[in-house]
T-cell receptor, first 121, second 112 residues
Framework: GAVVSQHPSRVICKSGTSVKIECRSL??????MFWYRQFPKQSLMLMAT?????????EQGVEKDKFLINHASLTLSTLTVTSAHPEDSSFYIC?????????????????FGDGTRLSIL | QKEVEQNSGPLSVPEGAIASLNCTYS??????FFWYRQYSGKSPELIMS????GDKEDGRFTAQLNKASQYVSLLIRDSQPSDSATYLC????????????FGRGTSLIVHP
């Protein structure tokens, strides 16, 4: 159980292109999903918290207009990297928590997608 | 700045030995602690979670937590080459939040 599907797994595109990454919880509902970015040999850095039906909460230093997040349903969140440039090349990972596991507290671990390797030429 | 510190390694141990991975955190109010394993090019997978002081064992893995010292560790007994990966320590932010802060990770190499 608790499977998170992330698509695509790899993207290679030209500078200036916008790229959309999807994150789906397959067998549970997630009111909250998280988007991370990881550069080589670095830690996972939280970019934003995606909330179903409301605006995402971005971490300090993350550009809201560049990294557009939409959480349209309880099982789907999307991250769009707009006008991507080579410095946006990274490993992007989403995660989710099962809203049915109560109480909804800090003891729950997160379930991660397989990640998306983004390479901007 | 709430931080989670890990030695980046690599930590190299022979097959069959005990691997000891350590993590310190700065947010004294943190209540939830997790160890994830991440293979190269893959996303993290949960190994252990621990919330109370002391030891928690699951198979070959033992997590140890000392909140007074703000220290959490992971022991891997009978290490196998397949255990070679980066191990990430994650600490949930204090105040009832469920947003974790990740350490940089420790690279473990188990050689035959």
């Amino acid at each position: 159980g608790a499977v998170v599907s992330q698509h695509p797994s790899r993207v290679i595109c030209k500078s200036g292109t916008s790229v959309k990454i999807e994150c789906r919880s397959l067998d549970f509902q997630a009111t909250t999903m998280f988007w991370y970015r990881q550069f080589p040999k670095q830690s996972l850095m939280l970019m934003a918290t995606s909330n179903e039906g409301s605006k995402a909460t971005y971490e300090q230093g993350v550009e809201k207009d560049k990294f557009l997040i939409n959480h349209a349903s309880l099982t789907l969140s999307t991250l769009t990297v707009t006008s991507a440039h080579p410095e946006d090349s990274s490993f992007y990972i989403c995660s989710a928590r099962d809203r049915s596991v109560m109480p909804m507290n800090s003891n729950q671990p997160q379930h991660f997608g397989d990640g998306t390797r983004l390479s901007i030429l | 700045q709430k931080e989670v510190e890990q030695n980046s390694g690599p930590l190299s141990v022979p097959e069959g030995a005990i691997a000891s991975l350590n993590c310190t955190y700065s947010d004294r109010g943190s209540q939830s602690f997790f160890w994830y394993r991440q293979y190269s090019g893959k996303s993290p997978e949960l190994i252990m979670s621990i919330y109370s002081n002391g030891d928690k064992e699951d198979g070959r893995f033992t997590a140890q937590l000392n909140k007074a010292s703000q220290y959490v560790s992971l022991l891997i007994r009978d290490s196998q080459p397949s255990d070679s990966a980066t191990y990430l320590c994650a600490v949930n932010r204090a105040g009832g939040s469920y947003i974790p802060t990740f350490g940089r990770g420790t690279s473990l190499i188990v050689h035959p």
